[in-house]
């Protein structure tokens, strides 16, 4: 029966933050009349809500870029398949190639990108559209040479360093330790 769902009553405040404060105020009899401190959020978005600030940047990319993060990212992820190094470095030339070839068919050079990342998840704007990823679907946040690379559950997305200030990049590590995290709970 779905009529037996614990709801707060008079309150429009999380269950779980009623239930802290009746434990704090018999615990101490003391009356607590300031709010407390929410509970960090791990639901949809996975990233605590004391994650870092919002990223904002937009970018261009350039073939010899993004050749650069799909040939090291295909070198991890073929690494970890222990494989002869002959069938590797083969894999990883078709992988990158076939990578290239895509990028320069969907013509994404010519397309600038707008990227917003938050505590809600990645927001990527460009003339063709909007896509939306929820932090759910961010498996890792990988650091290359050139940049970063958000390996998503389908696809990923790269973000080069000169797109970044100081502030940002930190940003984005953090947003990395907090993913890393998430994936262990």
Same mark, same amino acid.
């Given at each position: 029966?779905?009529?037996?769902? +614990?709801?707060?009553?008079?309150? @429009?405040? +999380?269950?779980?933050?009623?239930?802290? @404060?009746? #434990?704090?105020?018999? *615990?101490?009899?003391?009356?607590?009349?300031?709010?407390?401190? +929410?509970?960090p959020v791990l639901g949809p978005g996975l990233v605590p809500a004391s994650a870092p600030e919002t990223v904002q940047f937009s970018v #261009?990319? /350039?073939?010899?870029?993004?050749?650069?993060?799909?040939?090291?990212?295909?070198?991890?992820?073929?690494?970890?398949?222990?494989?002869?190094?002959? *069938?590797?470095?083969?894999?990883?030339?078709?992988?990158?190639?076939?990578?290239? !070839?895509?990028?320069?068919?969907?013509?994404?050079?010519?397309?600038?990108?707008?990227? %917003?990342?938050? /505590?809600?998840?990645?927001? @990527?704007?460009?003339?063709?559209?909007? %896509?939306?990823?929820?932090?759910?679907?961010?498996?890792?946040?990988?650091?290359?040479?050139?940049?970063?690379?958000?390996?998503?559950? @389908?696809? /990923?997305?790269?973000? +080069?360093?000169?797109?970044?200030? *100081?502030?940002?990049?930190?940003?984005?590590?953090?947003?990395?330790?907090?993913?890393? *995290?998430? /994936?262990? !709970?």
């Amino acid at each position: 029966m779905w009529f037996i769902h +614990p709801k707060p009553v008079g309150s @429009r405040k +999380p269950v779980a933050v009623l239930v802290q @404060r009746e #434990r704090l105020d018999s *615990a101490s009899r003391v009356t607590i009349d300031a709010p407390l401190m +929410p509970l960090p959020v791990l639901g949809p978005g996975l990233v605590p809500a004391s994650a870092p600030e919002t990223v904002q940047f937009s970018v #261009r990319y /350039t073939l010899p870029e993004y050749v650069s993060f799909m040939w090291q990212h295909a070198g991890y992820i073929i690494r970890r398949r222990r494989i002869g190094t002959l *069938a590797t470095y083969w894999m990883q030339t078709k992988s990158t190639s076939s990578a290239a !070839l895509h990028f320069v068919t969907q013509g994404r050079s010519r397309n600038t990108y707008e990227f %917003t990342i938050d /505590t809600h998840g990645i927001v @990527r704007a460009s003339g063709s559209g909007v %896509t939306l990823v929820p932090w759910g679907d961010v498996c890792s946040i990988r650091r290359y040479s050139r940049g970063f690379m958000m390996v998503l559950k @389908r696809g /990923t997305l790269p973000v +080069p360093f000169r797109c970044l200030n *100081a502030a940002q990049g930190e940003s984005m590590v953090r947003f990395g330790e907090s993913v890393r *995290a998430a /994936t262990r !709970l």
